[in-house]
C-alpha cells in the first residue's frame, strides 16, 4: 500500500485539470473500502485518476473498463497498471457506445461533483449498481426527507429511483488537491421504477414552487406546462392535495400527482 505522499510526489508531473474537476484520490483505504463492493463482477469505473481505486477493483473484479478522458493520464495509467483483466479507454464517458463492452454489473468512480447529477440520471436510464464517492452535501441533498430544508427535486428523483446505502464518510485530505468540502461513498441500487420524460419534468416543475401549497405551485408552473394560469389553476384545484405543500410531500406521493397532471395534459 502507497503513501499520500508517494501519489503527491506523481502529482508533481501530472498537473490537474481544473475544467476537468480533477481532485485525485490519494487514499488507498478509501479505494479498498470502494473496490469490496466490486468483486467477481464486471465492473466499469469513471475517472480512474492515478489508478488508485483501479488497482484495488482490477485485484476484485472479473473485468474492469476505466474511462478516462484526460489523455495525459490515460499514458501515465498504461504504463502504471499492469492487469489482464483492465480494459483502459481515453474517451468521454458520456459519448461512449457500451454495446460492445457486454453486460455491466457495477459501475465505480471518485465522482467529479460537476458530474454528479449527470451521472445520476445516467445510472437511473441503464439501471447499473453503482458504488460512488460524491460531495457530502450532494448526498445529503440525495437522502434529505420531506419536511428538511434539503428536500429538493433530487431528493425526490433519489428516493424514487435508487436504494441508497451509506459507506464511509470521506475527509477532504484524501484527495489532491484538497477539494473545499468532504465526501461520502455511497451505494446505489436501481428500484427500476420508470418515472418518464413528462412526469420528470412536471415534478421538477413543481418542486421548484415547493414552499407554496401544490394549487400555487401548478399554477407558477403553468409556463413550463404550457398551459394558462387559469387552467393550472383549475387542474391545481381539482386534486386532494392542493392545499398541501409539495415539500412536505413524499416522493411517491409529487410522482402520483404528476401522473394524474401528465393525463390531465393529454386530455386537454
Same mark, same amino acid.
Given at each position: 500500500?502507497?503513501?499520500?505522499?508517494?501519489?503527491?510526489?506523481?502529482?508533481?508531473?501530472?498537473?490537474?485539470?481544473?475544467?476537468?474537476?480533477?481532485?485525485?484520490?490519494?487514499?488507498?483505504?478509501?479505494?479498498?473500502?470502494?473496490?469490496?463492493?466490486?468483486?467477481?463482477?464486471?465492473?466499469?469505473?469513471?475517472?480512474?485518476?492515478?489508478?488508485?481505486?483501479?488497482?484495488?477493483?482490477?485485484?476484485?473484479?472479473?473485468?474492469?473498463?476505466?474511462?478516462?478522458?484526460?489523455? @495525459?493520464?490515460?499514458?501515465?495509467?498504461?504504463?502504471?497498471?499492469?492487469?489482464?483483466?483492465?480494459?483502459?479507454?481515453?474517451?468521454?464517458?458520456?459519448?461512449?457506445?457500451?454495446?460492445?463492452?457486454?453486460?455491466?454489473?457495477?459501475?465505480?468512480?471518485?465522482?467529479?461533483?460537476?458530474?454528479?447529477?449527470?451521472?445520476?440520471?445516467?445510472?437511473?436510464?441503464?439501471?447499473?449498481?453503482?458504488?460512488?464517492?460524491?460531495?457530502?452535501?450532494?448526498?445529503?441533498?440525495?437522502?434529505?426527507?420531506?419536511?428538511?430544508?434539503?428536500?429538493?427535486?433530487?431528493?425526490?428523483?433519489?428516493?424514487?429511483?435508487?436504494?441508497?446505502?451509506?459507506?464511509?464518510?470521506?475527509?477532504?485530505?484524501?484527495?489532491?488537491?484538497?477539494?473545499?468540502?468532504?465526501?461520502?461513498?455511497?451505494?446505489?441500487?436501481?428500484?427500476?421504477?420508470?418515472?418518464?420524460? @413528462?412526469?420528470?419534468?412536471?415534478?421538477?416543475?413543481?418542486?421548484?414552487?415547493?414552499?407554496?401549497?401544490?394549487?400555487?405551485?401548478?399554477?407558477?408552473?403553468?409556463?413550463?406546462?404550457?398551459?394558462?394560469?387559469?387552467?393550472?389553476?383549475?387542474?391545481?384545484?381539482?386534486?386532494?392535495?392542493?392545499?398541501?405543500?409539495?415539500?412536505?410531500?413524499?416522493?411517491?406521493?409529487?410522482?402520483?400527482?404528476?401522473?394524474?397532471?401528465?393525463?390531465?395534459?393529454?386530455?386537454?
Amino acid at each position: 500500500m502507497q503513501s499520500a505522499e508517494y501519489y503527491r510526489n506523481i502529482l508533481k508531473s501530472i498537473r490537474p485539470h481544473k475544467r476537468l474537476g480533477q481532485n485525485f484520490l490519494i487514499d488507498e483505504s478509501v479505494a479498498k473500502a470502494e473496490a469490496a463492493h466490486c468483486s467477481g463482477k464486471r465492473v466499469v469505473e469513471i475517472g480512474p485518476g492515478l489508478g488508485i481505486l483501479t488497482k484495488r477493483i482490477c485485484e476484485e473484479a472479473e473485468s474492469v473498463v476505466a474511462v478516462e478522458i484526460d489523455s @495525459e493520464l490515460c499514458n501515465f495509467l498504461r504504463s502504471e497498471l499492469r492487469f489482464e483483466n483492465l480494459k483502459l479507454v481515453n474517451a468521454d464517458f458520456f459519448k461512449m457506445d457500451f454495446s460492445g463492452l457486454g453486460k455491466i454489473d457495477m459501475l465505480a468512480s471518485n465522482v467529479p461533483y460537476s458530474l454528479s447529477s449527470k451521472l445520476l440520471m445516467w445510472l437511473s436510464n441503464k439501471g447499473v449498481p453503482a458504488v460512488l464517492c460524491l460531495q457530502k452535501e450532494f448526498v445529503g441533498r440525495m437522502k434529505a426527507q420531506p419536511g428538511s430544508s434539503e428536500y429538493s427535486r433530487l431528493s425526490v428523483f433519489a428516493s424514487l429511483q435508487f436504494e441508497m446505502y451509506e459507506i464511509m464518510d470521506v475527509p477532504a485530505r484524501s484527495f489532491y488537491p484538497v477539494p473545499r468540502v468532504d465526501s461520502k461513498v455511497i451505494y446505489l441500487k436501481s428500484k427500476g421504477v420508470d418515472i418518464g420524460l @413528462e412526469n420528470s419534468k412536471i415534478i421538477s416543475l413543481i418542486m421548484e414552487h415547493k414552499n407554496r401549497k401544490l394549487r400555487n405551485a401548478i399554477e407558477n408552473a403553468s409556463s413550463g406546462l404550457k398551459i394558462s394560469k387559469i387552467k393550472a389553476r383549475e387542474m391545481g384545484d381539482s386534486l386532494i392535495e392542493r392545499d398541501i405543500r409539495p415539500s412536505k410531500m413524499q416522493p411517491a406521493q409529487l410522482l402520483a400527482i404528476a401522473r394524474k397532471l401528465s393525463n390531465k395534459l393529454q386530455n386537454l
